[in-house]
């Protein structure tokens, strides 16, 4: 298979622009670019399917769906293999969303990270009033949170589970005893971290004798994360919640020079929680998503809805007739100037929104129903003209206040996203997180710890008004996370369930996704690889390596402010085909779908 575009790493461009009307640049991509596969085909199978982010996480999946599991058997499964194979992105000491379809409803299971008791909103900030650098709020204990992917999945697993809980963590066991090759991907993310050789378990673990990371094919065990794999299997979530390994987190982020204020109460107590999802109607189909603490389900239902609006006053606009060009690029396809420039001050208008209104609803009043009404979205629709708007303003839903100050933080979330199609027809949709590339350089009995408290705003309050995604004690920071489920609006049958790894810019790449599956009817695998675009309420931004110059120039004629850069999706899709399912996996990672 040709590997193309090298690694780009540091080289990345950022935007000059700021960030939601700050005097920032935008933030690099939570995970360094490594390459993008040419030449994938979509996964056909007519009983189940999985896909996830590494080939060995795969493989475990499929191996519970043969043994008769359900999706969410899959999942759990996979995501044990990611802990021990993708550590930085995702795995145990981190959070998670999952949206799961029984057949009859959509449900969300949030396993977000919650900040300690003892935490004040000046969390991160400094004697002079202010805000901490990303990299010192991010390396040590400061910002972890409590760690709820265990929870939710056990939760999940205790409505739909088929399989023993313990058999579900066999795969990983196996992997960490005997070892696997590291990856290519692996290799390169460890070999463009400066902070592994800083941290003495990690470089023990990532780096060789002589301090440099290890070569590609080398065997890497990890028996301490089998021996905790090991205990969480025969006695539950409880085995990391409390006792040593409870014990084990709390020293490591507590004594660390950057301390943090976890605590042992602060792991007994948390719980993870089945919301509501957020829904909504896009032309002809029901898409379904998570609500917050995630902006993933209400943004994309923004964008998209925007989107029709805008089609029912000019049909030009429509999607579905701007049709992808071909190009010379490794990808084949890009989307051509017009749809780009609607996708992406669609965009603007809901990152503007995202920034005003979405935080943890449990502490603070959010406004879903009104920010995705359509007769919302309809006005928010007449702001996008034949030029850029540049930066857009939240808008005012009825009856809403504008009581808090915008959340001007420019977050990162290192990511992994897994799908998984049953038997039984159940399916979900799954992404998780620790954060930044390798959390928060914590490792403890085998696992990183997240860094998620920095998805909060650094700054609690802007001219005597409060930002609703500030830290307070117990809350769950704000996400940009977006597992998605696709319903058709005539039948109620499943379509799709995709989602992304990408930091703040995975609603894009969702966005993206998902109109390339709907609107132009592409294939998992054309709509993963097609060409990233999109704009978090800045600069646009196209995808370095992939963007033809004839795209940018008329984006730039349209007074676009086009910033070429790595864009590190990592999305997972499965769709309905025929009777069976068709499945795609991003090439920008290593992930694959396998089905029988």
Same mark, same amino acid.
């Given at each position: 298979?040709?590997?193309?575009?090298?690694?780009?790493?540091?080289?990345?461009?950022?935007?000059?622009?700021?960030?939601?009307?700050?005097?920032?640049?935008?933030?690099?991509?939570?995970?360094?670019a490594?390459?993008?596969?040419?030449?994938?085909?979509?996964?056909?199978?007519?009983?189940?399917?999985?896909?996830?982010?590494?080939?060995?996480?795969?493989?475990?999946?499929?191996?519970?769906?043969?043994?008769?599991?359900?999706?969410?058997?899959?999942?759990?499964?996979?995501?044990?293999?990611?802990?021990?194979?993708?550590?930085?992105?995702?795995?145990?000491?981190?959070?998670?969303?999952?949206?799961?379809?029984?057949?009859?409803?959509?449900?969300?299971?949030?396993?977000r990270?919650?900040?300690?008791?003892?935490?004040?909103?000046?969390?991160?900030?400094?004697?002079?009033?202010?805000?901490?650098?990303?990299?010192a709020?991010?390396?040590?204990?400061?910002?972890?949170?409590?760690?709820?992917?265990?929870?939710?999945?056990?939760?999940?697993?205790?409505?739909?589970?088929?399989?023993?809980?313990?058999?579900?963590?066999?795969?990983?066991?196996?992997?960490?005893r005997?070892?696997?090759?590291?990856?290519?991907?692996?290799?390169?993310?460890?070999?463009?971290?400066?902070?592994?050789?800083?941290?003495?378990?990690?470089?023990?673990?990532?780096?060789?004798?002589?301090?440099?990371?290890?070569?590609?094919?080398?065997r890497?065990?990890?028996?301490?994360?089998?021996?905790t794999?090991?205990?969480?299997?025969?006695?539950?979530?409880?085995?990391?919640?409390?006792?040593?390994?409870?014990?084990?987190?709390?020293?490591?982020?507590?004594?660390?020079?950057?301390?943090?204020?976890?605590?042992?109460?602060?792991?007994q107590?948390?719980?993870?929680?089945?919301?509501?999802?957020?829904?909504?109607?896009?032309?002809?189909?029901?898409?379904?998503?998570?609500?917050?603490?995630?902006?993933?389900?209400?943004?994309?239902?923004?964008?998209?809805?925007?989107l029709?609006?805008?089609?029912?006053?000019?049909?030009?606009?429509?999607?579905?007739?701007?049709?992808?060009?071909?190009?010379?690029?490794?990808?084949?396809?890009?989307?051509?100037?017009?749809?780009?420039?609607?996708?992406?001050?669609?965009?603007?208008? @809901?990152?503007? $929104? #995202?920034? %005003?209104? +979405? !935080?943890?609803?449990?502490? /603070?009043?959010?406004?879903?129903? &009104?920010?995705?009404?359509?007769?919302?979205?309809?006005?928010r629709?007449?702001?996008?003209?034949?030029?850029?708007?540049?930066?857009?303003?939240?808008?005012?839903?009825?009856?809403?206040?504008?009581?808090?100050a915008?959340?001007?933080?420019?977050?990162?979330?290192?990511?992994?996203?897994?799908? @998984?199609?049953? $038997? #039984?027809? %159940?399916? +979900? !949709?799954?992404?998780?997180? /620790?954060?930044?590339?390798?959390? &928060?350089?914590?490792?403890?009995?085998?696992?990183?710890?997240?860094?998620?408290?920095?998805?909060?705003s650094?700054?609690?309050?802007?001219?005597?008004?409060?930002?609703?995604?500030?830290?307070?004690?117990?809350?769950?920071?704000?996400?940009?996370?977006?597992?998605?489920?696709?319903?058709?609006? @005539?039948?109620?049958?499943?379509?799709?369930? +995709?989602?992304?790894?990408?930091?703040?810019?995975?609603?894009?790449?969702?966005?993206?996704?998902?109109?390339?599956?709907?609107?132009?009817q592409?294939?998992?695998?054309?709509?993963?690889?097609?060409?990233?675009?999109?704009?978090?309420?800045?600069?646009?931004?196209?995808?370095?390596?992939?963007?033809?110059?004839?795209?940018?120039?008329?984006?730039?004629?349209?007074?676009?402010?086009?910033?070429?850069?790595?864009?590190?999706?990592?999305?997972?899709?499965?769709?309905?085909?025929?009777?069976?399912?068709?499945?795609?996996?991003?090439?920008?990672?290593?992930?694959?779908?396998?089905?029988?």
């Amino acid at each position: 298979m040709k590997r193309s575009m090298p690694l780009m790493g540091a080289l990345c461009l950022l935007a000059a622009s700021g960030w939601a009307g700050a005097d920032q640049v935008l933030p690099a991509p939570p995970e360094l670019a490594s390459g993008y596969r040419s030449g994938l085909q979509p996964v056909h199978a007519s009983r189940h399917m999985v896909a996830a982010a590494n080939p060995l996480a795969s493989e475990a999946g499929r191996a519970m769906l043969r043994a008769g599991g359900s999706a969410i058997d899959a999942a759990i499964a996979m995501q044990m293999v990611l802990t021990l194979v993708e550590p930085q992105s995702s795995g145990i000491g981190g959070g998670a969303f999952i949206l799961y379809w029984d057949g009859q409803r959509v449900q969300a299971f949030d396993g977000r990270e919650a900040a300690p008791a003892e935490v004040t909103e000046n969390l991160f900030m400094q004697a002079d009033g202010s805000a901490l650098a990303f990299r010192a709020a991010q390396i040590g204990g400061r910002a972890v949170g409590v760690p709820g992917v265990l929870r939710a999945l056990k939760l999940a697993h205790e409505q739909h589970g088929k399989l023993p809980w313990r058999e579900l963590f066999a795969p990983a066991i196996a992997l960490a005893r005997n070892g696997f090759p590291v990856s290519e991907r692996l290799h390169s993310l460890v070999a463009g971290d400066p902070f592994i050789a800083r941290t003495p378990a990690m470089a023990r673990y990532f780096l060789d004798e002589h301090g440099k990371p290890l070569p590609v094919g080398t065997r890497l065990r990890n028996p301490e994360l089998a021996h905790t794999f090991e205990q969480i299997a025969a006695q539950g979530p409880e085995a990391f919640y409390r006792g040593a390994i409870a014990e084990a987190i709390v020293s490591e982020v507590r004594g660390h020079a950057n301390p943090g204020y976890l605590s042992l109460q602060d792991l007994q107590h948390y719980q993870a929680k089945v919301r509501e999802p957020v829904c909504g109607p896009y032309k002809a189909w029901r898409i379904c998503g998570m609500p917050p603490p995630s902006s993933g389900g209400v943004m994309v239902l923004q964008t998209l809805g925007i989107l029709e609006a805008l089609q029912r006053t000019s049909p030009q606009r429509d999607l579905a007739t701007l049709r992808p060009l071909r190009t010379s690029s490794v990808a084949g396809l890009e989307a051509p100037p017009l749809a780009v420039h609607l996708v992406a001050e669609a965009e603007r208008l @809901a990152y503007a $929104d #995202r920034a %005003q209104y +979405l !935080a943890d609803s449990d502490y /603070v009043p959010v406004p879903v129903k &009104a920010l995705t009404d359509p007769a919302y979205l309809a006005r928010r629709a007449t702001l996008v003209g034949q030029y850029s708007m540049k930066r857009a303003d939240a808008g005012q839903p009825q009856g809403v206040d504008l009581a808090q100050a915008p959340d001007r933080s420019p977050p990162r979330i290192s990511t992994s996203h897994l799908a @998984a199609v049953d $038997d #039984r027809g %159940q399916a +979900l !949709a799954m992404t998780t997180s /620790v954060e930044a590339a390798f959390g &928060a350089h914590l490792m403890v009995k085998g696992f990183v710890l997240n860094n998620q408290l920095t998805d909060f705003s650094f700054i609690p309050s802007e001219h005597g008004k409060p930002v609703a995604n500030r830290v307070q004690p117990g809350k769950r920071p704000l996400s940009a996370m977006a597992p998605t489920l696709v319903f058709s609006r @005539a039948s109620g049958e499943l379509v799709v369930s +995709l989602g992304s790894a990408g930091g703040s810019q995975i609603i894009g790449y969702v966005n993206k996704a998902l109109i390339g599956l709907l609107d132009w009817q592409l294939d998992p695998q054309q709509a993963a690889g097609l060409p990233n675009f999109g704009s978090r309420n800045a600069g646009t931004e196209v995808e370095a390596g992939l963007a033809s110059p004839a795209l940018i120039r008329q984006l730039a004629a349209w007074g676009h402010e086009v910033t070429p850069m790595t864009m590190t999706s990592g999305t997972q899709i499965i769709q309905r085909s025929g009777e069976g399912w068709s499945g795609g996996a991003d090439p920008r990672r290593e992930g694959t779908a396998l089905g029988d």
